[in-house]
């Protein structure tokens, strides 16, 4: 059983990468390194999301992003890890609860820039995007989410980085 610390920790450090972003570092630029286009990755693809959405949708780019400043998000995100979808879900804005998607790109995938970079190069995390639409094929149900403390602790480091004018990659 881990402590409350070690939850958050390991919560914190899965949705962004050790000094990624600048973190605590104001004005510190952020150069993705090894960015892959037209990835090919196996097994399951997920999306976590608030969004109720039905079997066949697509999620597609040109609506608010679920975080941040809600900018027009240009790209739709996708991991191949369950639990960063599971935090997806949790963090995103919007009622209701979160949702994990099992999703197909309908076009190609490349690494997402947001947790891509020097420390770790070629995506360790397996966080992608596309600018091309996902098809939903699924949904997980019975996944366990973060203790609402280490949640908490997430949005307030996420809201940090907002005051120090560090937003998510969207260009």
Known sequence: MCSPQQ???QAWNRLVSK????IGEKGKSFTP??????VKETGPLYHGTKADLPVGALLTPGYPSNYGARR??????????LDGAVL?????DGEGPGRVYLVEPT?????DPNVTD???PGNPSRSYRTGDPLRIIGEVTGWQGHPPAVLDRIRE?????AREGIEAINE
Not at 33 to 38: E, I, K
Request: hydrophobic share 40%; glycine share 10%; aromatic share 8%.
């Open 7 to 9: 939850d958050f920790d």
């Open 19 to 22: 000094g990624d972003a600048g």
């Open 33 to 38: 390194v090894g960015l892959r286009h037209d």
């Open 72 to 81: 027009i998000a240009r790209y739709v995100d996708l991991t191949a890890t």
């Open 88 to 92: 997806a879900a949790e963090l995103a």
């Open 107 to 111: 076009g190609p995938i490349e690494d």
């Open 118 to 120: 020097q420390k770790f």
């Open 157 to 161: 480091r996420m809201r940090q980085a």
